[in-house]
C-alpha cells in the first residue's frame, strides 16, 4: 500500500523541482538581460489654462472683512502654457492685482462681481512669481485696504515633464 503512495509522491516531489529549477533558471536570465533603455517621456505641448481668482474678504458674515486676500493664494502652471486668468475683485474696495516679474497687471477693479478683468500671458519664466495689490491704500477714496501689505499670491511656473 506504501508502495504506490511513495511513487506518486516522488512523481510529485520531482515535478517541483523541476518547475523550481526553471523559475530559478529564468530569473537567472531576467537578470543577466542588457537592461532596455527607459523611453524618454513626450514633453507636454503648451496649452492654454483658463483660470479664476477673486480678491475676497474673510470675516463675519454681514459684517466688515477683517482681511482681503486673493483666492486661490497660489497658481500652478507649466513654462509654455498661454494662461488666460480671469480676476474678479469680490469686495468694496478698489483693488488691482500685479504679478511681479511678468509685467502684467489689472486696471483698478471697483469692486464688485461686475468687476472683473481678463489677463493674459504666456508663462515662459520658469520660477515662483509674487502677486499682489498694487493699489496703495487710501482710506478716503476705499483704495484698497488697511491689510494691504498682506495681499500676497504666488504664481508658480513648472518646467514642462518636471516632476
Request: net charge neutral; charged share 15%; glycine share 12%.
Amino acid at each position: 500500500m506504501d508502495g504506490p503512495r511513495s511513487v506518486l509522491r516522488s512523481v510529485w516531489a520531482g515535478a517541483a523541482l523541476i518547475i523550481a529549477l526553471v523559475a530559478i533558471a529564468l530569473s537567472l536570465l531576467t537578470l543577466a538581460a542588457p537592461p532596455t533603455p527607459a523611453r524618454p517621456l513626450a514633453t507636454p505641448v503648451p496649452v492654454t489654462i483658463d483660470l479664476s481668482m477673486l480678491i475676497t474678504g474673510r470675516g463675519a458674515i454681514g459684517g466688515p472683512a477683517l482681511e482681503h486676500l486673493f483666492n486661490p493664494e497660489m497658481l500652478v502652471v507649466r513654462r509654455g502654457d498661454t494662461v488666460r486668468l480671469r480676476v474678479t475683485n469680490g469686495t468694496h474696495f478698489r483693488h488691482g492685482i500685479e504679478i511681479v516679474g511678468y509685467g502684467v497687471r489689472t486696471g483698478a477693479l471697483t469692486g464688485g462681481t461686475q468687476s472683473s478683468e481678463l489677463l493674459t500671458f504666456t508663462a515662459d519664466k520658469p520660477g515662483i512669481f509674487e502677486y499682489r495689490c498694487y493699489l496703495p491704500y487710501d482710506p478716503a477714496t476705499s483704495t484698497c485696504a488697511p491689510d494691504h501689505d498682506k495681499m500676497v499670491g504666488h504664481l508658480v511656473v513648472v518646467e514642462p515633464g518636471g516632476r
